[in-house]
């Protein structure tokens, strides 16, 4: 699985958009983008994935850029309940196993 | 359905104890994921199975971790003899593989092992 680059940590204002990078340079032509949040004290939970087109759901956007070595998750109007740990991860669809790095904490202020 | 079910949610034992989590993973999911997570060492995972079959177990730690899954709604993952070292939150994830899934992993809540 390539490797995923995130910051440590990063602030948001509650209500506003949150946007948290990811870099995955090493990225294959198979390989999926898949976002995680794990809330404290909680199991990590499935947010969006993508291969290389923008996706939307009823959670986050995920905007994967053209030469796919960057993503970009964005909680449209975070709210205090969105802090939590953001993992970005890259993997073969149907590969099973899944490689957790350190994430981005997100800590949304009011 | 009520999700990846795990149990115990908290254990503490003393060292040298047998320890047993167990798993109950979402019905007609055909993966089963065994994680670790520490502060130092973050998420880690342990072992996976696919059609109740272990696929990669290269994340256990040594001799002492054991898992096995003897149907398609049952997992164990037992810890013998168990260690202060040991301690952390295990987690169990399923999910589904196969076709045009997502292949999305549903995460237990956890349990919460302190050893002594």
């Known amino acids: 699985d390539a490797k995923t680059t995130q910051p440590p940590s990063m602030d948001c204002a509650e209500g506003r958009a949150a946007n948290l990078p990811c870099n995955h340079s090493?990225?294959?032509?198979?390989?999926?983008v898949y976002w995680y949040r794990q809330i404290h004290s909680q199991g990590p939970q499935y947010i969006i994935h993508?291969?290389?087109n923008n996706e939307t759901n009823e959670m986050a956007s995920l905007i994967i850029t053209e030469d796919r070595k960057s993503s970009t998750l964005i909680l449209p109007h975070a709210t205090l309940r969105d802090t939590a740990v953001y993992y970005c991860i890259v993997r073969v669809a149907n590969a099973g196993k899944s490689t957790f790095g350190d994430g981005t904490t997100l800590t949304v202020k009011p | 359905d009520a999700g990846v079910i795990q149990s115990p949610r908290h254990e503490v034992t003393e060292m040298g104890q047998e320890v047993t989590l167990r798993c109950k993973p979402i019905?007609?999911?055909?993966?089963l994921f065994w994680y670790r997570q520490t502060m130092m060492r973050g998420l880690e995972l342990l072992i996976y199975f696919n059609n109740n079959v272990p696929i990669d177990d290269s994340g256990m730690p040594e001799d002492r971790f054991s898992a096995k899954m003897p149907n398609a709604s049952f997992s164990t993952l037992k810890i013998q003899p168990s260690e202060p070292r040991d301690s952390a939150v295990y987690f169990c994830a399923s999910s589904f593989q196969g076709g045009l899934a997502n292949n999305e992993q549903f995460f237990g809540p956890g349990t919460r092992l302190t050893v002594l």
């Open positions: 019905s007609g999911h055909n993966s």
């Open positions: 993508g291969l290389k």
């Open positions: 090493t990225i294959s032509g198979n390989e999926y």
